[in-house]
C-alpha cells in the first residue's frame, strides 16, 4: 500500500520552457502533498506543502511564482516549473500522507534545463 | 547546531554484518521518527515509523528511540548487498512537516 507515482521521471528541455510535474496517490487520499528539491549528495529541501484545495504554503525563499503548485484532488499535485533556467536543474521529488500517516514518496523527476 | 544530526559517512561493511545507524536531535518535542532509504536517483523509501520512545521491529529491521538522550537508531540485521543505499532519519512535531537528517550512505561489501 500507499504507492505515490511522480510522471515524468526525467525532463530534458530548453531554457524558457515551462515543465509540469505529476505525484499522485494511488491507494490512498493525500490531504496534504509536499514538494522538495534535492542537491547532489544533500538532504531533502522542502519547497512547499499543500493541502487539498488550498493555496500552497511556500518555505522561505521559494518563489511561488516559479513553482506554481495545485492540489486539486486528494489523489493529485502538480508542480510546473515556470520559464525555467540552468539553475532550476534539480531533482524535484513529491511526497503524500494521509491524515495521521507518514510521507510516502514518489521516486522523483530529475530536471534538466539546457 | 542543526536540529538533527545525523552522521553522512560512508559506512562500510561486509556483507551479513549488524549495521548501526543514528541520529541525534535537540528538540524534545519531537514525537515521530521515522527513517527512509534512498536509492540513486529515487526517491525515498518509508522503512520505519515510530511515535514516542520505544523499539520497532520489521524483519531485519530494528528502529529504536531514546527520548531520554534525543537519539534513535535504526539496526540492519544480516545485512546484503541490496542494503547498499542513503538511509535517512526524519522527525516531526505533529507528523506534518519533517525535519531531516543529513543522509547516512551505507555501503554493503560482498
Known amino acids: 500500500g500507499a504507492v505515490v507515482s511522480q510522471h515524468p521521471s526525467r525532463v530534458i528541455c530548453k531554457s524558457g520552457t515551462s515543465v509540469k510535474i505529476e505525484c499522485r496517490s494511488l491507494d490512498f487520499q493525500a490531504t496534504t502533498m509536499f514538494w522538495y528539491r534535492q542537491f547532489p549528495k544533500q538532504s531533502l529541501m522542502l519547497m512547499a506543502t499543500?493541502?487539498?484545495?488550498?493555496?500552497?504554503?511556500?518555505e522561505q525563499g521559494v518563489e511561488k511564482d516559479k513553482f506554481l503548485i495545485n492540489h486539486a484532488s486528494l489523489t493529485l499535485s502538480t508542480l510546473t516549473v515556470t520559464s525555467a533556467h540552468p539553475e532550476d536543474s534539480s531533482f524535484y521529488i513529491c511526497?503524500?500522507?494521509?491524515?495521521?500517516?507518514?510521507?510516502?514518496f514518489g521516486d522523483g523527476t530529475r530536471l534538466s534545463i539546457l | 547546531q542543526k536540529e538533527v544530526e545525523q552522521d553522512p559517512g560512508p559506512l562500510s561493511v561486509p556483507e551479513g554484518a549488524i549495521v548501526s545507524l543514528n541520529c541525534t536531535y535537540s528538540?524534545?518535542?519531537?514525537?515521530?521518527f521515522m527513517w527512509y532509504r534512498q536509492y540513486s536517483r529515487k526517491g525515498p523509501e518509508l522503512l520505519m515509523y515510530?511515535?514516542s520512545s520505544g523499539n520497532k521491529e520489521d524483519g531485519r529491521f530494528t528502529a529504536q528511540v531514546d527520548k531520554s538522550s534525543k537519539y534513535i537508531s535504526l539496526f540492519i540485521r544480516d545485512s546484503q548487498p541490496s542494503d547498499s543505499a542513503t538511509y535517512l532519519c526524519?522527525?516531526?512535531?505533529?507528523?506534518?512537516?519533517?525535519?531531516w537528517g543529513a543522509g547516512t550512505k551505507l555501503i554493503i561489501k560482498p
Open positions: 515510530t511515535y
Open positions: 499543500s493541502n487539498e484545495g488550498s493555496k500552497a504554503t511556500y
Open positions: 511526497s503524500a500522507s494521509g491524515l495521521g500517516q507518514p510521507q510516502h
Open positions: 528538540n524534545s518535542a519531537f514525537q515521530y
Open positions: 526524519a522527525m516531526s512535531e505533529s507528523n506534518y512537516q519533517l525535519i
